[in-house]
């Protein structure tokens, strides 16, 4: 089992930047694949972006591909997800988790341990 803490969130304006940190401990970091996703008010948890654990393989949702990066830093423990040109409607708490697995998965199910949350709110 691994613990994981986000970190980053904020309110910002429409066309902004920010980054995300997902910092991990117990279980090797180098041995899971890490996913974030996001929660907005009334609506599912969805997919965001995943990276495997070696970091050489990434997947992102459509609505924010160009626009966020997800990387890893696995001598620090610490996962990352950098979002740049900022929308309205990336407005969510962001989650990051971790999936005991080689293949680079996308699917809510697919994940075993979760952080608990950091509110992202964007302004128009």
């Known amino acids: 089992q691994v613990q994981l803490v986000e970190s980053g969130g904020g309110l910002v304006q429409a066309g902004d930047s920010l980054r995300l940190s997902c910092a991990a401990s117990g279980r090797t970091f180098s041995t899971y694949a890490m996913g974030w996703f996001r929660q907005a008010p009334g609506k599912e948890r969805e997919f965001v972006a995943a990276i495997t654990w070696s970091g050489g393989r990434r997947s992102y949702a459509d609505s924010v591909k160009g626009r966020f990066t997800i990387s890893r830093d696995n001598a620090k423990n610490t996962g990352y997800l950098q979002m740049n040109s900022l929308k309205p409607e990336d407005t969510a708490v962001y989650y990051c988790?971790?999936?005991?697995?080689?293949?680079?998965?996308?699917?809510?199910?697919?994940?075993?341990?979760w952080g608990q949350g950091t509110q992202v709110t964007v302004s128009s």
């Open positions: 988790a971790a999936a005991y697995t080689t293949v680079l998965p996308t699917t809510l199910s697919a994940y075993d341990d």
